[in-house]
């Protein structure tokens, strides 16, 4: 019988990667699993013996190599970094960095709508990524996730206690629960066969900000008034909110492609590889927020 192959992450200390290892570690199937983080006294205080950490950082591609010695299957965690120029080397660096380390099996967490286009723009460095993993002649595998309907949740908060949500218009988004991409992540990373296969991390079904806004008005029992922003007036928000002008603009991008449709995709993938269905965003911020 055969040894389960090695695994290993980036971006171990970060709420994603938690969360996949949480569900990894559950399925009990005896993986060895290597944590690459920039933290990983707080990685080893979390998961204790069950793993191995090493320490990591996607501007150290010699670091990486080491980091990534001996690991099979391998989880790229996209970085953080959305200054211009450097979330498409840094992820350059670490594909470098594992084929030189022997990895054989690389697996990437991107984005529904990732398209190529202008330089920096989110769905752009994922597309670039996408294909620097492809060329990268290894096995490859996608997964493609949709908004967090986590990332909802402090707006709705704001929007409990001033009695308007104000955001973006345009079309409705498949949003996704963090903890529910996380399963979907854990059981790809686990199981063997998916070299080649593009899988899609979405809800049950797309929903509005005017849907959210009533799902969070329901929990908490006070109304709530949707006001929807257009291009411009959430580009006039952004700023007003201190971003730099670049990231004002590499946001207000990713805002369009969403009034376009761009995440108005849904999949049965969650439920068809780990058994059960992902949450409905509208449930899953009203439960949420009960209680705030």
């Known amino acids: 019988m055969m040894a389960n192959p090695t695994l290993g992450m980036t971006g171990a200390s970060g709420q994603l990667a938690t969360g996949v290892l949480r569900?990894?570690?559950?399925?009990?199937?005896?993986?060895?699993?290597?944590?690459?983080?920039?933290?990983?006294?707080?990685?080893?205080?979390?998961?204790?013996?069950?793993?191995?950490?090493?320490t990591g950082d996607f501007d150290n591609e010699g670091g990486l190599v080491a980091a990534f010695k001996g690991v099979e299957r391998l989880l790229l965690i996209p970085a953080t970094d959305l200054t211009p120029d450097v979330r498409p080397r840094q992820h350059r660096t670490a594909i470098t960095a594992a084929v030189a380390a022997g990895v054989r099996h690389i697996i990437y967490v991107s984005s529904v709508g990732a398209r190529p286009g202008r330089r920096d723009g989110l769905l752009e460095t994922h597309f670039a990524t996408e294909q620097a993993v492809i060329g990268s002649g290894l096995p490859w595998t996608l997964i493609?996730?949709?908004?967090?309907?986590?990332?909802q949740l402090d707006a709705l908060r704001r929007a409990v206690a001033s009695g308007v949500h104000a955001a973006a218009d345009g079309a409705p988004y498949a949003y996704v629960v963090r903890d529910d991409l996380a399963r979907?992540?854990?059981?790809?990373?686990?199981?063997?066969?998916?070299?080649?296969?593009?899988?899609?991390?979405t809800g049950p079904a797309s929903v509005n900000q005017a849907q959210l806004a009533e799902a969070a008005s329901r929990a908490i029992g006070v109304p709530i008034r949707y006001q929807p922003l257009d291009k411009d007036a959430s580009a006039a928000g952004l700023a007003a909110a201190g971003l730099p002008p670049f990231l004002v603009d590499v946001l207000s991008r990713f805002q369009q492609a969403g009034r376009e449709g761009a995440f108005d995709l849904v999949s049965g993938d969650i439920a068809r590889l780990t058994g059960k269905p992902p949450r409905l965003a509208t449930e899953f911020v009203a439960e949420m927020l009960k209680g705030t």
Not at 23 to 48: I, Y
Not at 193 to 199: D, K, L, N, P, R
């Open 23 to 54: 569900h990894l570690l559950a399925q009990q199937e005896g993986h060895d699993v290597v944590a690459v983080t920039r933290t990983p006294d707080k990685v080893a205080q979390a998961f204790g013996s069950h793993l191995t950490v090493r």
């Open 144 to 151: 493609r996730m949709n908004i967090y309907a986590d990332s």
């Open 184 to 201: 979907l992540t854990a059981a790809v990373l686990g199981s063997e066969g998916h070299e080649g296969v593009t899988f899609h991390g």
